[in-house]
């Protein structure tokens, strides 16, 4: 597709329960990058995938937070027992080329709202 | 600890007026800086990125570094209603983390 395209655009679901959001990126971009942007506040770094390289996963606040890629394509970010103050938009984005290279430009998806009642 | 810090606002100017939005970062060693617009309930989308000291000008935007007081900001000239939004200031941590701060709103009134 032309742009990052990622699903759920909406997602509520119950305290507890786990969630599985998918990003599909740009083809041919290498880097992939999860976000999360609670109401009001400003781009939470989650994790990054470069390639084949080992994922940067610092980010991820809590071992209930899990992500995967295969290759350069498809991404998915699963949240295991779902609590409130995970409710968030999850914004994926993906870059050609390795930031290094001072291009800079992430490409986002418009992200997935997730309300945890 | 990898911080942006970032004015929170709200900002407000009239339109004509210029409006500056302002960051400081962490690390010393950071060499790439970038701002991202976000408007609201949209995605964020890169409008500037700059790597050295000094200025760098792309139209009515005009993006100032300055490493050894680790600060960067972002001048808007001609301030127009359609510039009202978020803007992000970004930081190259390492070799791929960016790190985002918390965002400054902008509001441009008529």
């Known amino acids: 597709g032309a742009g990052v395209s990622q699903s759920p655009s909406n997602k509520v679901t119950e305290k507890g329960k786990d969630v599985e959001l998918r990003c599909d990126p740009i083809?041919?971009?290498?880097?992939l990058y999860w976000y999360r942007q609670r109401l009001g506040q400003g781009l939470e770094f989650l994790i990054y995938?470069?390639?084949?390289?080992?994922?940067?996963k610092s980010g991820l606040p809590s071992d209930r937070f899990s992500a995967e890629r295969t290759g350069e394509s498809v991404s998915t970010l699963t949240i295991q027992r779902t609590q409130q103050e995970d409710s968030a938009v999850y914004l994926c984005?993906?870059?050609?080329?390795?930031?290094?290279?001072?291009?800079?430009?992430?490409?986002f998806g418009e992200g997935s709202r997730l309300t945890v009642l | 600890q990898k911080e942006v810090e970032q004015n929170s606002g709200p900002l407000s100017v009239p339109e004509g007026a210029i409006a500056s939005l302002n960051c400081t970062y962490s690390?010393?060693?950071?060499?790439?800086f970038f701002w991202y617009r976000q408007y609201s309930g949209k995605s964020p989308e890169l409008i500037m990125s700059?790597?050295?000291?000094g200025d760098k000008e792309d139209g009515r935007f005009t993006a100032q570094l300055n490493k050894a007081s680790q600060y960067v900001s972002l001048l808007i000239r001609d301030s127009q209603p359609s510039d009202s939004a978020t803007y992000l200031c970004?930081?190259?941590?390492?070799?791929?983390?960016?790190?985002f701060g918390k965002g400054t709103k902008l509001t441009v009134n008529p």
């Open positions: 970004a930081v190259k941590f390492g070799s791929e983390k960016l790190v």
């Open positions: 083809s041919g971009h290498t880097a």
């Open positions: 690390d010393r060693g950071s060499q790439s």
């Open positions: 995938f470069q390639g084949n390289s080992a994922p940067d």
């Open positions: 984005a993906s870059r050609r080329g390795r930031l290094a290279g001072h291009t800079g430009e992430l490409f």
């Open positions: 700059i790597y050295s000291n």
